[in-house]
């Protein structure tokens, strides 16, 4: 049991009599100790670090790599000691004897159900064991538990304990620290049928329930870890075992992704040596990464855990438009795949942009059999200038002609085969080759196969010299680039001969308009559907093995002797872990967080990063704005593979009050009959606010500017900024983005403009909701982004209708009326 402290010297040190005074005091001695106890462990890691630095002294091979290691877990452990996190021991639990007396490597007893003899007749009972929680475990001089780390086995009963199910937990205890102080306690008594005494002293209850004062803090720009309001079903997906794919599924505000990434920090602690392959975390929008971003460390865990949005999870690229609703449905499609197909094979015809700088692109046609382009600028003027329906080469004195029919012949072979489109490109050096050698009069010259051999390997030394062969094999067969394959795809004559029978009319022409934008060499603005076609086209062409570049011979090191006496420094362990994690393209646990809206081409785009990891696949079907979720799923299926599928379904609603969810529900009605919201746990009695532009003035209309609704918008934001102590967000159609910011230019940080696409998985205090009609569009999609942009508020709703919402003299829309 832990002897943190006697509470009357506590009480005393306090300097005040309340019940919750005194047990602050209590737990402010306990939580003294255990910072003393940390320094003395910083002065042993700094010893570490010293003895460390003595070692490099020997000069051994050994002793280096047994420097560099102890430096690494030294500098690791002083990094998480010297971090002074709020809330750094958040939790306690008072638990009952039990029935055997065996100890954990944590220093805790391991049995979870009380002795048969822990309760008395009279329905007394003793405290038998007192665990205090947090984000590390510490241990005192005698390894005796100071804390449990959250994610020991001995701190599960902290989560799991519920009245209907307490096990051994008596009282359950939430402490809020900052740093080395003690702001107060929160109490959930687990077994109100007990009289409880703890030294002797009844057992106090202060509070009217930890998770509710959790859920009554101001939120922030970015989430706070739960790891001090875990609740029972959220701590079962957490602790999941992390064998093959486990699926979890849960309404909005009911903690999905706050659980995604505390089962990130839990595996990690459960299985270091498994995941140190690193675990992935795929989340819908970049706003959603920032906002989650400072949790992990939080939690103690850093490096290992790569926190990417889908349209920045290929090197290089970054998502920065959007694309309408019509086109995001054509890139995203399993369509795309056999488009794709055909257009890196077909690329293989596009001659390259013209030279930055230059008057225009060049035609293939534009020269005659004998033009010189020796004094060409650069590599991509030379493919421009040299033909490609006829390869002219002179070898054994002989002038040597491939027309346009075999060499077509010759690629049309070539591509026959399924291997990436750059590496085909030595096959069809070598089929070029075959065909002018045969041209040559050559084959047949020597019956001794070693003097044919020869003359063969002669031959081809010869032409594969000339510049002619090789600048006609970079303009034939050249290099090709995702960005440059996606460029020529923008051409809509082109793209409607790879699209055949693929695609219609309408979505080629919206698809190419929309690719344009790219520009002719394929660096500009990206949407996160076109990152997953970047990486399906990377897939698609292949890279080229690059030869390693040899060390440059330097006679100094001879003359010196440097090259004996210091040898060539390896890489230290921790050195290649960082290269490792920069060059990682596959992870050993992926976790996929609302997962619903990932297209069936963006489910391929994530399969890769995780062919051989475990998964965790949290979402919600009735949040999914994929119009196509059957495409979706035999995409998910694919990415997955034939891995046993483990279910979990969150039902508690934490964010929302039960106002705002009843007024949410009516629209989950509407998108999806027949599903089921999540039950908030609580009522604040303020309910949800009903605005509407007076008449269809200036700014009723669709893309109005700063009219009545951005007044009307910009005042309600004024007051709600009066009524809450931390974040307003306003959701609008995506076409309106611009035009909120502007509206609410100069109201401060407080308060966010984001589109309805990007509030997924955000919380805010206070929502305002603007122009429902025009966030629905008149769809089944529209109305479950609708649903998700309801969702967001932890205390206030406002709705703000529009000329389109038809709202009645209340200010209701005819969307949100029962």
């Known amino acids: 049991m832990d002897t943190a402290g006697d509470p009357a010297d506590a009480a005393a040190d306090a300097g005040g009599d309340s019940l919750r005074d005194r047990e602050i005091a209590v737990e402010q001695v306990h939580l003294d100790r255990v910072y003393r106890r940390l320094e003395e462990k910083i002065h042993d890691a700094e010893f570490l670090m010293s003895d460390a630095a003595k070692l490099s002294q020997v000069g051994t091979p050994g002793a280096l790599a047994e420097r560099d290691a102890q430096v690494f877990r ?28 065996k100890r954990g490597p944590d220093g805790a ?6 002795a048969d003899d822990a309760v008395r007749p009279d329905g007394t009972a003793d405290v038998g064991e007192t665990l205090h929680i947090g984000r590390m475990g510490v ?16 701190a599960a009963p902290f989560y799991r304990s519920t009245p209907v199910d307490p096990g051994r937990v008596v009282r359950r205890r939430v402490i809020r620290s900052k740093g080395r102080r003690v702001l107060g306690v929160e109490d959930d008594l687990m077994r109100p049928e007990l009289a409880a005494s703890l030294d002797g002293q009844e057992l106090a209850v202060i509070g009217d329930g930890a998770l509710m004062a959790a859920l009554g803090r ?20 957490i602790r999941a075992p992390a064998a093959s794919i ?40 970049p706003l959603l990464v920032a906002y989650t971003e400072g949790v992990l460390p939080s939690l103690g865990e850093e490096g290992q855990v790569a926190i990417r949005a889908v349209g920045s999870l290929v090197d290089g690229a970054e998502a920065s438009a959007y694309d309408e609703p019509a086109v995001a ?9 056999q488009v794709l197909r055909r257009a890196a094979r077909g690329a293989l015809e596009v001659p390259p942009a013209a030279p930055a700088g230059g008057e225009g692109q060049l035609s293939f046609g534009d020269f005659g059999d004998d033009a010189d382009f020796g004094d060409a600028d650069g590599e991509e003027s030379r493919a421009c200038a040299v033909r490609t329906d006829l390869l002219r080469v002179v070898a054994f004195g002989r002038r040597l002609e491939l027309a346009a029919g075999e060499l077509k012949r010759i690629r049309q072979t070539v591509l026959s085969g399924t291997a990436p489109v750059n590496l085909l490109r030595p096959r069809a050096r070598r089929l070029l080759l075959d065909a002018l050698y045969a041209q040559s009069g050559a084959v047949g010259r020597h019956a001794d196969p070693e003097l044919a051999a020869e003359l063969r390997s002669s031959f081809d030394e010869d032409v594969t010299g000339e510049d002619s062969f090789t600048a006609f094999l970079d303009a034939w067969w050249p290099e090709l680039t995702p960005r440059r394959v996606l460029a ?21 022409r919206r698809l190419a308009r929309s690719l344009k934008r790219a520009g002719a060499d394929g660096t500009g603005p990206l949407s996160v559907h076109d990152v997953a076609l970047l990486d399906e086209l990377n897939t698609l062409l292949g890279t080229p093995a690059r030869p390693k570049k040899k060390r440059e011979y330097d006679p100094l090191d001879q003359l010196s002797g440097l090259e004996e006496l210091m040898p060539q420094r390896e890489e230290t362990q921790r050195e290649r872990a960082e290269r490792l994690a920069a060059e990682r393209t596959e992870y050993a646990h992926v976790i996929v967080d609302e997962a619903q809206d990932l297209t069936p081409m963006q489910w391929r785009m994530v399969g890769r990063r995780g062919r051989h990891a475990t998964w965790t696949v949290v979402g919600d079907p009735a949040q999914s704005s994929w119009p196509e979720p059957q495409d979706a799923a035999q995409a998910r299926d694919e990415a997955l593979g034939t891995r046993p599928r483990r279910r979990f379904e969150l039902t508690v609603n934490y964010r929302n009050p039960a106002e705002i969810a009843d007024l949410a529900a009516r629209v989950l009605a509407r998108a999806m009959p027949g599903a089921q919201a999540p039950s908030a746990v609580r009522s604040t009695g303020v309910v949800p606010r009903f605005v509407a532009v007076p008449g269809e003035g200036e700014g009723a209309g669709r893309g109005g500017g700063d009219g009545a609704l951005g007044a009307l918008v910009r005042a309600e934001a004024e007051r709600l900024l009066a009524r809450v102590d931390g974040t307003v967000g306003v959701v609008v159609a995506m076409h309106r983005r611009k035009e909120a910011a502007r509206w609410l230019d100069g109201l401060g940080d407080r308060v966010v403009p984001l589109g309805s696409l990007e509030a997924k998985g955000l919380e805010y205090d206070a929502t305002i909701v603007v122009a429902p009609a025009e966030i629905a569009d008149g769809t089944a999609v529209g109305l479950r982004v609708l649903y ?5 508020a932890t205390q206030e709703l406002t709705v703000v209708s529009g000329h389109r919402d038809g709202a009645d003299g209340a200010g209701v829309p005819e969307l949100l009326r029962p």
């Open 74 to 101: 030294a500098g690791v452990h002083l990094n998480r000691l010297h971090n002074e996190y709020e809330d750094f021991l958040f939790g306690r639990i008072d638990l009952l004897q039990g029935k055997d007396g």
């Open 109 to 114: 007893y391991t049995s979870v159900e009380p």
């Open 139 to 154: 241990l005192d001089a005698d390894y005796a538990p100071l804390v449990i780390d959250w994610r020991a086995p001995a």
């Open 218 to 237: 101001a939120r922030s720009h970015s989430m706070r870890d739960i790891v001090s309001s875990i609740q029972a079903e959220q701590d079962l997906v």
């Open 246 to 285: 486990t699926y979890v599924e849960g309404g909005p505000g009911t903690g999905k992704t706050a659980v995604a990434l505390h089962r990130a920090a839990y595996l990690l602690y459960q299985d270091r040596r498994r995941y140190a392959g690193g675990i992935l975390i795929v989340s819908p929008t």
């Open 329 to 337: 449905r054509v890139k995203g499609s399993s369509r795309m795949l």
């Open 488 to 508: 020529a795809m923008a051409d809509e004559r082109r793209l409607g001969r790879w699209a055949r029978r693929v695609l219609t009319p309408g979505e080629v």
């Open 788 to 792: 998700v942009a309801l969702t967001r």
